[in-house]
């Protein structure tokens, strides 16, 4: 069973900075393909990056130019550096493999911007 732990979640300023890690124990995360997801109070999750296994990004507009998603397979690890916060990226953060479907998700860590 896959098993995704993210952590540097924490209370920033706005206009701070954060590094969210996504560790896999036990998998391989170099072939597949990743995402970081975010769910804020009351609202659906969204789909913050995505990274495939070659290494192409893409990114959800509202952060696209202040977020960057990439992965160390040597490390085993997938990464989203978080630049220029803002109050409305307030969420909690959950990395995902989407090729393990209901199994491929971390447990989530919050990030709190404020203003």
């Known amino acids: 069973q896959v098993q995704l732990v993210e952590s540097g979640g924490g209370l920033v300023q706005a206009g701070g900075s954060l590094r969210l890690s996504c560790a896999a124990p036990g998998i391989s995360l170099s072939i597949h393909s990743m995402n970081w997801y975010r769910q804020a109070p009351g609202k659906q999750r969204e789909l913050v990056a995505a990274i495939t296994s070659s290494r192409i990004a893409n990114y959800a507009n509202s952060v696209k130019g202040r977020f960057t998603i990439s992965r160390d397979n040597a490390k085993n690890t997938v990464y989203l550096q978080m630049n220029s916060l803002k109050p409305e990226d307030t969420a909690v953060y959950y990395c995902?493999?989407?090729?393990?479907?209901?199994?491929?998700w971390g447990q989530g860590t919050q990030v709190t911007v404020s203003s």
């Open positions: 995902n493999a989407p090729a393990y479907g209901n199994n491929g």
